[in-house]
């Protein structure tokens, strides 16, 4: 029987994204990150002029900031060291929503923080790349985690049978998102590495020998 897999998300699972990225914003771009509901969009704001940024300048900053300033981004608390636990009990895989360009610079990206995993690019929801790679791998369980409610309810409705765990590690994110559990998507809503670890090792620890 093949092990059980693990399926993680990057960005604001291992990685503190938006922190980085709202200080880059301030420090060389005249743009204000302030994240008060759960609209992305409403959060950047031209420092001169209060205005939001339109959507293409949102995508633009973005752009600029995987190209250039990924080394800003460091380890959420526990994180590196839950996935290096969980991998001696499953293969770990990370799916990260970046465009296929950038799959070598996130692999080195975490190679540079001490995590050797393959990694899959995507673009959208994220359900059909889910499917690919359990059809690649075909495991005996399989537990995905990302920061994001609508990733979970697409792996719901591409998948159905797969232990989905809603974790931001975010505290600028985490209290303004949907929340995948309570839109019944998700097994379990949890923020925290040190609570999540256990969570993630007692599904693992049910699969059958």
Known sequence: MNRPLIISDCDEVLLYMVSPFRDWLAETQGVDFNMEGNDFAQA????????????????????????TEMHRQLPIPGALEGIATLSDHADVVI???????????????????????????????????????????????????????????SAR?????????????????????????VAGHADARIDSWDEALPWLMDRLEKEPA
């Not at 420092?47 to 190209?67: C, N, P």
């Not at 692999?107 to 790349?129: I, Y």
């Not at 409705?157 to 559990?181: F, K, M, N, R, V």
């Open 95 to 153: 799916l990260t929503n970046l465009v296929d360009k950038r799959q070598q610079m996130r692999t080195q990206q975490l190679l540079d923080h001490g995590l050797e995993a393959r990694v899959f690019t995507n673009q959208g929801p994220k359900g059909p790349a889910l499917r690919a790679i359990l059809d690649e791998y075909k495991p005996s369980s399989a537990i995905f985690i990302d920061d994001l409610a609508q990733h979970h309810r």
């Open 157 to 181: 409705e591409t998948i159905g049978e797969i232990t989905t765990l809603h974790l931001c590690g975010e505290p600028l994110l985490a209290p303004h998102i949907d929340c995948a559990h």
């Open 44 to 67: 950047l704001r031209w420092q001169d002029s209060g205005e939001a940024l339109e959507q293409d300048e949102i995508w633009r900053m973005l752009g600029g900031f995987f190209d």
